[in-house]
């Protein structure tokens, strides 16, 4: 099950900026690709040092450099020192415990955003951390190293030069990444939906602890979901005004469709709140509810049989001179008095509804 909170106690008394990597270790080795292209020209090599990536700042395409692997501290000072990156966001990086965030320096933004997939049993969300560095010419993609990520189509795109991805810059690179991201978001969502749908299903036919359980566990994966997703909205808002001066205005445009499918993806996790904290309501409605039937059930036995012990007991005493003691008929009279009173009081119950 995914951690809410990551262990920053290793941080604690240190001062600002020091680096020190937060979360596990995803992978050994530091993978460093780099993909540089203009509407002509397209180029794509992966490297083993961060030094070699140097000789495309100053050249005038669009520079994707994506880093997989940030446990490597060596490696992001590096590239911190070329690129003129704050050593406060080199911290933010190595920090996996960030919340979704956008700091604007000018020069060049730090976008933090989680991307998230459902682990091979499909039952618990798996984040991933990405700081973006979106400069003038050029985006950098610092990811912790999962297997795979959400931008193949992306590299797709670029490679084939389909669409319009080659002919723009930097900022548009940077807004399909992000898209990518929050496109993922809604197949976590619909499969998360179809768990709902199967759960309200059983919750209402047979309510056991075992979905208790699963309730309980959807409700704590929505309560993470939300997290990683609810701060996106102020980022993505910033993006889309005129505020930052690498946006180019044609850009916007597509920003705002991102931020409209970000807020769709916080209703729909909303919705599922309310839906599983209903569910919740519904179980224990369903238990009280068997609880009551059951004590009722109880109850009429109990009260059916109080006449028939009291003439069991009258008729148990034994006295010498107790009238009907030596009667022939005596006791099968007294089982059919017995057998009477129970039906009476049988259907009396069931005129007034009662079972």
């Known amino acids: 099950m995914q951690r809410l909170t990551k262990k920053r106690s290793k941080k604690a008394g240190l001062p600002p900026g020091t680096l020190v990597h937060i979360g596990d270790r995803k992978k050994a080795d530091v993978k460093i690709a780099v993909i540089d292209y203009d509407e002509s020209n397209f180029y794509e090599k992966e490297f083993k040092s961060v030094e070699e990536c140097f000789i495309f700042k100053e050249r005038p395409a669009v520079t994707w450099i994506n880093i997989d692997g940030i446990h490597h501290i060596e490696t992001l000072e590096k590239i911190g020192d070329c690129y003129g990156i704050h050593p406060l966001i080199l911290e933010d990086i190595l920090n996996t415990d960030q919340r979704p965030k956008i700091e604007d320096f000018g020069n060049y933004v ?4 989680k991307m998230l997939y459902l682990n091979d049993k499909g039952n618990d969300i798996v984040s991933e951390q990405v700081s973006l560095i979106l400069g003038e010419n050029f985006v950098i993609s610092f990811q912790e ?27 548009h690179l940077a807004y399909s990444l992000i898209d990518s991201i929050v496109d993922n978001y809604f197949i976590i969502l619909e499969k998360l939906g179809e768990r709902v749908e199967f759960l309200e299903e059983k919750l209402v036919s047979n309510p056991t602890t075992d979905i208790l359980q699963s ?24 993006l ?12 916007r445009p597509y920003f705002r469709d ?4 970000t807020i ?57 001179y107790m009238p009907e ?3 022939q008929w005596g006791y099968p009279l007294a089982l059919l008095l017995m057998l009477m009173i129970a039906a009476v009081m049988l259907l009396y119950f069931k005129r007034k509804k009662w079972i």
Do not use: Q
């Open 110 to 113: 730090y976008i933090v955003l």
């Open 145 to 171: 190293g999962l297997e795979g990520d959400v931008f193949n189509n992306i590299r797709e795109r670029l490679r084939s030069g389909k669409g319009k991805i080659r002919k723009m810059g930097a900022d």
């Open 240 to 251: 889309e005004r005129e505020d930052c001066a690498l946006i180019d205005k044609t850009t």
């Open 258 to 261: 991102v931020y409209d499918h």
């Open 325 to 327: 003691l030596e009667w």
């Open 264 to 320: 769709h993806v916080i209703d729909t996790i909303e919705t599922f709140r309310d839906i599983i904290s209903g569910m919740l309501d519904i179980y224990l409605s369903s238990i009280s509810n068997r609880m009551n039937a059951v004590m009722k059930v109880l109850t009429i036995i109990a009260t059916i049989f109080m006449p028939l012990t009291f003439l069991a007991g009258v008729y148990g005493m034994n006295f010498k």
């Open 215 to 238: 309730i309980h566990h959807l409700k704590r994966e929505m309560i993470f979901l939300r997290k990683s997703v609810w701060p996106l909205r102020e980022v993505i808002s910033f």
